[in-house]
T-cell receptor, first 112, second 109 residues
Framework: DGGITQSPKYLFRKEGQNVTLSCEQN?????MYWYRQDPGQGLRLIYY???????QKGDIAEGYSVSREKKESFPLTVTSAQKNPTAFYLC???????????FGQGTRLTVV | GENVEQHPSTLSVQEGDSAVIKCTYS??????FPWYKQELGKGPQLIID?????GEKKDQRIAVTLNKTAKHFSLHITETQPEDSAVYFC????????FGSGTKLNVKP
């Protein structure tokens, strides 16, 4: 089955620890995105990548880092510099910019 | 950057009635406008989209209209059913997607 997979579904971490969220797609899409969703709110763009080995900051990139070493993978690291990391994180991909984006099922991160 | 505003934030309708959700955008360069449905604890799923060279698009009970001059677009759901209950997001895209804040639709049986 083609699709976009995020893992894990739930993640718990202690304050001050870095944590990496996985996002893999087998759709052969060039573009990939990371969004953050807080309760009752919309999706805010963290980082996006149009091509392997290249990525750009979104609107709320502070405290996050990404890499795009492979076309199918776009991991997101939530660093200790992120002041309020508890949220629902969504990864998406599209064949190119300005086309349909497919979303993963999300990772709910809780920092205690 | 782009700014997308979505209204209303909550919408409650009786089963069988119509529901309309409206969005406005600020960047005239935006040329692709998808609508997503998100169920609790899941990722958003595309339900319909429209490009800037089209004024209206329909898919069964769902339709989207776009007014480029006024920079607004709307989602219309007719003959609503309880399974339509979810959060709906609009988005505008030029080089990246900007999302509205979402509308929680509740269809009462």
């Amino acid at each position: 089955d083609g699709g976009i997979t995020q893992s894990p579904k739930y993640l718990f971490r202690k304050e001050g620890q870095n944590v990496t969220l996985s996002c893999e797609q087998n759709l052969n899409h060039d573009a990939m995105y990371w969004y953050r969703q807080d309760p009752g709110q919309g999706l805010r763009l963290i980082y996006y990548s149009q091509i392997v080995n290249d990525f750009q900051k979104g609107d709320i990139a502070e405290g996050y880092s990404v890499s795009r070493e492979k076309k199918e993978s776009f991991p997101l690291t939530v660093t200790s510099a992120q002041k309020n990391p508890t949220a629902f994180y969504l990864c998406a991909s599209s064949s190119r910019l300005n086309t349909e984006a497919f979303f993963g099922q999300g990772t709910r991160l809780t920092v205690v | 950057g782009e700014n997308v505003e979505q209204h209303p934030s909550t919408l409650s309708v009786q089963e069988g009635d119509s529901a309309v959700i409206k969005c406005t955008y600020s960047d005239s360069a935006s040329n692709y406008f998808p609508w997503y449905k998100q169920e609790l604890g899941k990722g958003p799923q595309l339900i319909i989209d429209i490009r800037s060279n089209v004024g209206e698009k329909k898919d069964q009970r769902i339709a989207v209209t776009l007014n480029k001059t006024a920079k607004h677009f709307s989602l219309h759901i007719t003959e609503t059913q309880p399974e339509d209950s979810a959060v709906y997001f609009c988005a505008a895209n030029f080089n990246k997607f900007y999302f509205g804040s979402g509308t929680k639709l509740n269809v009462k049986p």
